[in-house]
């Protein structure tokens, strides 16, 4: 069913050099500590971490149950924040998908879609052939999902030693860790293109609209990006 | 489990999949050769690189109660170590950490 070589190439990812494992566990350990101090049992920051997996979707959660949003209100805002993984998928999966592979590994290895992973699996899906990209995909998925549950265990424990000044230095982890991966991506002038005008127009765009701001700033930058490198490669 | 955790846990889990789910149904007919493919490409690294940025200069939680000079300091001179350390992730991450859990007990 999932080819165990090819899967366990993928988990080991957590051991190597540009390993999510630090910055994985660092903000899911704030995480942990943050559904804690919001009324959350450890069992139900176990079962977050599970179902949802994207950072930012979980942070806004806490923040919507902080100040009584609605539950139509927390929808809206954790589609909005995590929209982002739609065009994450759509540039992922055409380069995992092979007809000798089931459909269902497709629908349910989706839910590992995560910066992380989804940062690792582009920088070396070349690696492997493409027929048995998904369970090397898998391994990564389940290695980075594990740590995450991890994390937010350790951190839910952990919360009470964890004072303001430690909190906020986890917090930094991850923009460190991704803004570093992102610059370590731009290999052509489509991906530098994206990533230096998304940093530009996603905070530009804050100003006119907070909520939509990575949706517009990131579809503006994008397409300028796509536009300038087609015409390059002309 | 209180009822209300567990339903805004479910609420917030199918918020996220559904963008996955839709993902992976219009990969179904999308080429990795093809031009869309290449545009939601850039899409897919410009709306990551736009989330970072708000995050490092209009952030939430904790994140809020920092500079942001020094944040904007800290995000630089990680961005230098990484390339001093040929590409190496841990030392950045593990700098930023502790200089900024330092600096903001100092301030």
Redesign the interface.
């Given at each position: 069913m999932i080819n165990s070589k090819y899967f366990f190439q993928g988990f080991s990812c957590i051991k190597r050099?540009?390993?999510p494992a630090?910055?994985l566990g660092?903000c899911f350990i704030?995480i942990g500590a943050?559904l804690k101090n919001l009324?959350?049992?450890i069992?139900?920051s176990i079962?977050?971490t599970l179902?949802?997996?994207?950072l930012?979707?979980?942070?806004?959660?806490?923040?919507?149950?902080l100040v009584g949003a609605s539950?139509v209100n927390?929808?809206?805002a954790?589609?909005l924040?995590?929209?982002?993984?739609?065009?994450?998928?759509?540039?992922?999966?055409?380069?995992l998908?092979h007809e000798s592979q089931p459909r269902w590994k497709?629908?349910l290895s989706?839910?590992f879609?995560a910066?992380s992973a989804?940062l690792i699996m582009k920088s070396n899906y070349q690696t492997v052939e493409k027929e048995n990209r998904i369970d090397f995909w898998i391994g990564i998925g389940t290695a980075t999902w594990s740590f995450a549950i991890i994390g937010t265990i350790i951190g839910f424990i952990a919360s009470d030693y964890l004072n303001?000044?430690?909190?906020?230095?986890?917090?930094?982890?991850?923009?460190?860790?991704?803004?570093?991966?992102?610059?370590?991506?731009m290999k052509t002038i489509?991906?530098t293109?994206?990533?230096?005008?998304?940093?530009?127009?996603?905070?530009l765009?804050?100003f006119i609209t907070?909520e939509w701001?990575?949706?517009f700033?990131?579809?503006t930058?994008?397409?300028i990006?796509?536009f300038v490198?087609?015409l390059n490669d002309k | 489990?209180?009822s209300s955790?567990?339903?805004?846990?479910?609420?917030?889990?199918?918020?996220?999949?559904?963008?996955?789910?839709?993902?992976?149904v219009?990969?179904?007919s999308?080429?990795?050769t093809s031009?869309l493919?290449?545009?939601?490409?850039?899409?897919?690294?410009?709306?990551?690189?736009?989330?970072?940025?708000?995050?490092?200069?209009?952030?939430?939680?904790?994140?809020m109660?920092?500079d942001y000079f020094i944040?904007f300091i800290?995000?630089l001179v990680?961005?230098i170590i990484?390339f001093l350390s040929k590409?190496?992730?841990?030392y950045?991450?593990?700098f930023?950490?502790?200089i900024?859990?330092?600096l903001?007990?100092f301030y």
């Open positions: 050099m540009d390993s630090i910055a660092c704030a943050l009324g959350f049992s069992q139900e079962f977050s179902l949802t997996y994207a930012p979707g979980s942070l806004v959660m806490a923040e919507s149950l539950l927390i929808f809206l954790v589609w924040v995590n929209a982002r993984l739609y065009p994450m998928t759509v540039s992922l999966m055409p380069l998908m497709y629908y989706c839910h879609i910066v989804w303001k000044d430690m909190m906020i230095g986890l917090a930094i982890v991850n923009p460190v860790y991704f803004m570093c991966m992102m610059v370590g991506a489509q991906v293109l994206s990533v230096i005008l998304g940093a530009i127009l996603g905070p765009f804050f907070p701001s990575i949706l700033g990131g579809f930058a994008g397409t990006a796509f490198g087609e | 489990m209180t955790i567990v339903i805004v846990i479910l609420v917030t889990s199918f918020a996220t999949y559904l963008s996955r789910f839709l993902g992976v219009s990969s179904e999308i080429k990795e031009k493919f290449r545009w939601f490409n850039c899409l897919a690294y410009s709306t990551l690189a736009a989330l970072i940025a708000r995050t490092i200069i209009f952030p939430a939680g904790s994140l109660e920092t944040r800290i995000v990680s961005l990484f590409k190496n992730l841990v950045p991450t593990v930023s950490a502790i900024l859990s330092l903001n007990s």
